[in-house]
């Protein structure tokens, strides 16, 4: 596996794409620890710790880790039924040691038995989800104006159909915030302005925020009605003092540890977040364009050792989120200390700037997001998914409608039984077998025999067996004898070609069809 030779030696890329998640990361931090019924600070410390903590263990490159809008829910009702939020918070230790133990039983594999469909429908759905939630922010809808009948913390379809009365109650100064903010995102993805040296300078979503401020300072000195006041902007806690800041802080419960009930949840948290972080880092893998390969039970290690200082300092439980990481990808991030850096200043931006950053309106934020939502649920990622025909289009469509309509786990859970119905359909009578053979003839050459099926049920011996080729070697991967290739193992094949250069791998197939990867642009 490669790995970059410093933390500090893509500096230029890392940090403002670290800015960038950073600006995306904090409404979603507040934001979360509300919908989850916690402290607000307690957003803020998931973040800090997924970013620094686990930033710094995980292998991956492109995953950046935070509260999950996937564990809301489950954190919500867990608070509820436990009585306290610090005996909630041992719950959340406990499930850090039991990430901990997957990933020392190499459990992480199972992310590799997803199949693509699958993980970009995941992708998608979020996408939509975070539009829909987003909408009523660029409209200036707030917790003065209804806004919990808009935005409802649990996917509720009557409060989706609820946005058309959004014209009766929008205000027009966010809603031109929210436009210029779409305008100048929109304008920063077109070429001529990427081949600038002011993007790379200055950020779209940086840009967005400075201007966003700008025009509401506008606003309260020359058109009044149109300001936006402190409910339609960040709230984030004053810390005045080292007292007031320690103050923020909760530790857990442990006269709790004898209660069932902390154990269940323990359990239940552990499974899901586990599951949520090995699909988002399956998710961020496939949207880098460097193809790398994360290790997953050396992630589920990161998220336990996360979770348990989470649970011992009062922060929320945490998950690779894709969200985040799609952000940080997009953004131009080439090694892991853009998540660091993110962590770093969400510390920074409690401890001193506090009073600024509750000067930006919530429309920008919810212009970034928008954009976020549609460069995972953008057009042209279901036109390609139709193309690849029923057995890839279906269980994407299928699992887009679970997480929209119901949630996460079921969307998921739907769009894997479509896909394993696919599977056993074709493959009833057919072989999985996966061959290695070494060339004698060639000491250097390592050639790849196919077997006559192969499905996405082989594409995690695949990815093993080609990250095991030593470097400098010649492989050979040879699909005479293949009838059918599943489209998940020919992505595997076109990502290790790419990445097979930079370990100076010669890599030649033989009667394998190239496939084009999907990804974020």
């Known amino acids: 596996m490669n790995k970059p030779k410093s933390l500090f030696s893509h500096l230029g890329s890392d940090l403002p794409a670290g800015l960038v998640v950073f600006l995306v990361a904090l409404p979603l931090c507040l934001g979360i620890a509300l919908s989850s019924g916690a402290p607000l600070f307690s957003g803020i410390i998931a973040g800090v710790i997924g970013g620094i903590v686990i930033g710094y263990l995980s292998g991956s490159n492109t995953s950046v880790s935070g509260p999950a809008a996937g564990l809301t829910v489950i954190v919500l009702n867990a608070i509820a039924d436990l009585g306290a939020f610090d005996v909630f918070l041992l719950a959340v230790v406990l499930a850090g040691i039991f990430q901990i133990i997957l990933g020392i039983i190499k459990a992480g594999v199972i992310g590799y038995y997803f199949p693509t469909s699958v993980i970009k429908g995941m992708l998608a759905g979020i996408g939509i989800i975070l539009i829909i939630k987003q909408i009523p922010y660029a409209f200036g809808v707030n917790e003065t104006k209804n806004l919990a009948k808009y935005v409802p913390f649990i996917n509720d379809w009557e409060a989706v159909m609820d946005l058309k009365n959004l014209a009766n109650e929008f205000d027009f100064g966010a809603l031109i915030i929210t436009i210029v903010s779409l305008v100048i995102l929109i304008l920063w993805d077109k070429p001529f302005i990427k081949k600038s040296k ?5 950020p779209g979503p940086l840009l967005v925020v400075i ?6 300072k506008f606003f309260k000195f020359v ?3 149109l300001y936006l006041d402190t409910e339609d902007k960040v709230v984030l806690p004053q810390v005045e003092s080292w007292d007031g800041f320690t103050g923020l802080f909760t530790f857990p419960d442990f006269s709790a540890i004898g209660n069932s009930e902390v154990w269940i949840v323990a359990f239940t948290i552990a499974i899901i977040a586990s ?13 880098d364009p460097y193809k790398r390969v994360s290790p997953p039970n050396r992630e589920l290690f990161a998220q336990g050792t996360g979770n348990i200082i989470n649970g011992l300092v009062g922060g929320l439980p945490v998950t690779a989120v894709i969200v985040r990481s799609s952000a940080n990808v997009t953004s131009g991030s080439r090694t892991k200390m853009s998540a660091i850096f993110h962590g770093i200043l969400l510390v920074l931006s409690v401890l001193l700037i506090p009073g600024l950053l509750n000067l930006i309106p919530l429309a920008c934020l919810a212009a970034i997001l928008l954009q976020v939502g549609y460069k995972l649920a953008k057009i042209s990622l279901f036109k390609t998914q139709a193309r690849l025909g029923w057995d890839q289009f279906l269980p994407f469509v299928v699992t887009i409608l679970g997480i929209v309509i119901f949630d996460l786990l079921i969307g998921i859970g739907l769009g894997m039984g479509v896909a394993i119905v696919y599977i056993l359909l074709r493959n009833f009578q057919n072989s999985h077998v996966l061959m290695v053979k070494d060339n004698k003839d060639s000491p250097d050459s390592i050639r790849i025999v196919l077997s006559e099926e192969v499905s996405f049920l082989n594409k995690g011996s695949l990815i093993k067996t080609l990250e095991d080729i030593p470097n400098g070697k010649h492989v050979i991967i040879d699909g005479s004898n293949s009838k059918i290739i599943d489209y998940d193992v ?4 076109e990502n290790f070609k790419i990445n097979a250069k930079e370990r100076d791998i010669e890599v030649d197939t033989i009667k394998i069809k190239s496939v084009k990867i999907g990804g974020l642009h």
Do not use: F, M, R, Y
């Not at 002011?198 to 200055?202: E, M, N």
């Not at 972080?277 to 949207?287: N, R």
């Not at 020919?490 to 094949?493: A, N």
């Open 198 to 202: 002011l993007s790379k300078v200055i």
């Open 211 to 216: 201007l966003g401020i700008g025009i509401n």
């Open 223 to 225: 058109v009044p009605s």
């Open 275 to 287: 599951l949520e972080t090995l699909l988002s880092l399956e998710a961020a893998d496939k949207i």
């Open 490 to 493: 020919l992505e595997v094949i």
